[in-house]
């Protein structure tokens, strides 16, 4: 199949999109944004040249909901674009995780079912991984989820609290992540400045 | 409120903030283990003890046909310095003046920084810590009286690293003479020996108080492990009309796991 490069437009940015990999997907995807955007223009049709195969390239106004990268790629430090795909990854891990809820829902099959448990547990597995591994890279971050997660009680007052800590009390960066410790937030200082 | 006591001390919110700022400025310059080793946590103040993994025998059972173990764990130590400040300079503070005595929390920050060190590196008997100089095996390096026969010695310690199979990169604690020595010191064509050190080591130079010579060590991680209970904090004791008495505390335990991964340099 070959692999074809769309551009897209969202609220007056260009977006560059994945591509498609096969005329089904290809036709799919092109009525599904026709339904969405009647402003459509599929050049092959406009020009008379009729259809859209793998060799045109689209230029189609669509909204999207979700891309990798948001600002140009070869501009963001490497570690940017480590970051940027953990937060994709982590989105689809909790898309899955939705579906799978979803379809345990409807199943009555208890074989299926059970299936279908246990790949949600994967997914709820490379969930924690990506947040753990996102919450590690920013303190801040960091700081508030502690002050949010695994604590009974009000869930909208411990983030009030959590981010008012964290970031008003002057605890947003990286040397002083404030807890309700008391503690300075010195920790570890493997590469601190001295 | 917790064990700290913070909100019964007769000192406003900003005042607070600044004795905070200082100590954190006054221990982050000087708490050198912090730079080289493994930090875990904070884990709180209600967590007193690390796992070994390790069981002891137990030479009585309670019933016959039964046998016992007891789980190894290393306890935590606590480490406090109090310290007093003048009720006036803090008022004074909140008056807006910028000339704020704190040389006693200076004080006690220096002395909580350098019992740190001296803890990780030399060890703690009493309180059952090992120091990573004192775990290092083999004979330690002379460093030499002059600095311009350093980077010979921390070469030495490099490859006797390398030759127990230990990877980089490599680390050097510095006690303070031996840090202005190096600082000090341009090697012939006006290279500077921080820089050529940092070379051989690929890791941080560090200036560590209250250790003496210096250890070099490796960084690759899972080596030395700082275990911290209740981070550094300043607490409440007391007050009367002139001062209030408060203190700098933490909980940590620290443990060697990989002795031969550090080589200890002697003065």
Sequence with gaps: MTAHLLSLRAGGEDILFEFFESYTQFAHVSLLLAEVEPRIAVPGEADGRGGAGPDHRLRLWVRMGFDTYHEPPDELPAETRSFARMCASLTEEAEAIGWYEQRLAVETDPDARAVMRDAQGEEFKHFAMDLEFLLRRTPSWRAIAEGVLFRSGGIVEHGEQAEAEALDGGAGDESAAADDSGSLGIGSLIGAAR | ?267
């Design chain 2, 1 to 267: 409120m917790n064990h700290l006591l913070r909100s019964l001390a007769p000192i406003t919110d900003s005042a607070w903030d600044l004795l905070d700022e200082e100590a954190r400025e006054r221990l982050t310059g000087a708490l050198a283990a912090r730079r080289l080793v493994d930090f875990s946590g904070p884990h709180g103040w209600q967590h007193s003890a690390v796992n070994l993994g390790r069981v002891a025998g137990v030479r009585t059972a309670p019933a016959k046909g039964v046998s016992g173990w007891q789980r190894q764990v290393l306890p935590l130590v606590e480490l406090r310095a109090g310290f007093s400040l003048a009720r006036e300079e803090l008022r004074g503070h909140d008056r807006g003046a910028v000339d704020v005595d704190l040389a006693e929390l200076d004080d006690a920050a220096q002395r909580m920084a350098i019992a740190e060190n001296v803890a990780v590196f030399h060890g703690w008997a009493s309180a059952g810590l090992s120091g990573i100089a004192e775990a290092a095996p083999g004979k330690p390096i002379a460093l030499g009286k002059s600095a311009e026969a350093y980077p010979r010695s921390v070469a030495g310690a490099v490859e006797r690293l390398l030759r127990r199979g230990i990877g980089g990169p490599y680390g050097l604690a510095l006690g303070p003479d031996e840090f202005t020595r190096v600082s000090e010191t341009a090697e012939h064509g006006g290279y500077p020996l921080l820089d050529h050190l940092g070379k051989i080591l690929s890791g941080p130079i560090v200036w560590a108080p209250g250790v003496r010579g210096a250890v070099v060590l490796s960084m690759r991680g899972g080596d030395f492990l700082f275990d911290s209970g209740q981070d550094l904090a300043i607490g409440y004791e007391g007050h009367d009309d002139a001062v209030v008495r408060l203190y700098l505390e933490q909980s940590f335990a620290f443990v060697v796991a990989t002795p031969e991964a550090a080589v200890s340099l002697s003065s």
